[in-house]
């Protein structure tokens, strides 16, 4: 079985997708959807451009979704195949396992990055990546009365690698008390929400309600869920369960696990960058990986299933 993996947010670059598009007319078709839905070529977006989450969310799905429609169009794979997305590639997951189509998981990104924005000026958070601290660890300190309620541990990226978040100042007091628990390091991310917690809880009831305009479909595969590590159940409420996503931490960890026991041996990642090529590497040493978003890394691909 192989694991298509769809990226999340932070690993935008300027002229992402270009080639791809230039390359794959199944690439090109996701890249016309998108401009229509996005009033804008977002082949062409500037680093400004890409620095908003609007823009960036809509961004990164597209190349997600255009390099797993370029896989496609290269042939049947000759396995089954698994979807799973960390945070916003679950969105992509959502498109590539035909739960909904390009046009409405776009529509549905753009409405959400609207609503985390206004939730993240309404609430301003931080978040920070906690580096060589055990899950344990860093969950116990945040249970401590001065951190409880106000930061949280929201992306279970790989063992010894976890993201907490919250308000401002609470979460830099917690990334020095890690630190000085023995964490090798607390990077600030470049966001302005703490998202994946509860200060994102002004944008569920709207998100619940753009969802429930869109209409769901059964996935074609085992699609794997950030909230449970495991695959979404049969009958799922899709708007609930999209609201809960958006407040509750990411399971990534436990997600890749379960998909290596149910099989997966190979891992594709869809969109720009590796990072979560990097984080299955750490949590499964030995797996077989690999990525897609330009007609290099597709053609690599292709011949290591070849292979």
Known sequence: MIACIFSGQGSQSVGMGQKLAASSPAA???YADATEVAGIDLLTLGESQLAQTRYAQLAIVTLSLSAFAA?????????ALAFAGF???????????GVLDTTAVLRLVEERSRLMQQAAEANPGAMYAILGLGDDTVEAILAQPEFAGQVYPVNYNC???LVIAGAEAATAAAADALKAAGAKRALKLTVNGAFHTRFMADAAP???AFAKTLAFA???????????GDVVPAGIDWPDYLAEHLCNAVLWTREVQALAAAGATTFIEFGPGKVLSGLVKKILPGATITNVEDPDSLA???AALKA
């Open 71 to 79: 896989f496609r169009e290269a042939g049947d794979p000759g396995q």
């Open 300 to 302: 690599a691909t292709l």
């Open 28 to 30: 090109r078709k996701v």
């Open 206 to 208: 709207g998100l619940s």
């Open 87 to 97: 945070s916003l590639g679950e969105y992509s997951a959502l498109s590539a396992a």
């Open 218 to 228: 059964q996935p074609v595969g085992a699609l794997y869920s950030n909230r449970t």
């Open 159 to 161: 063992p010894g690698q």
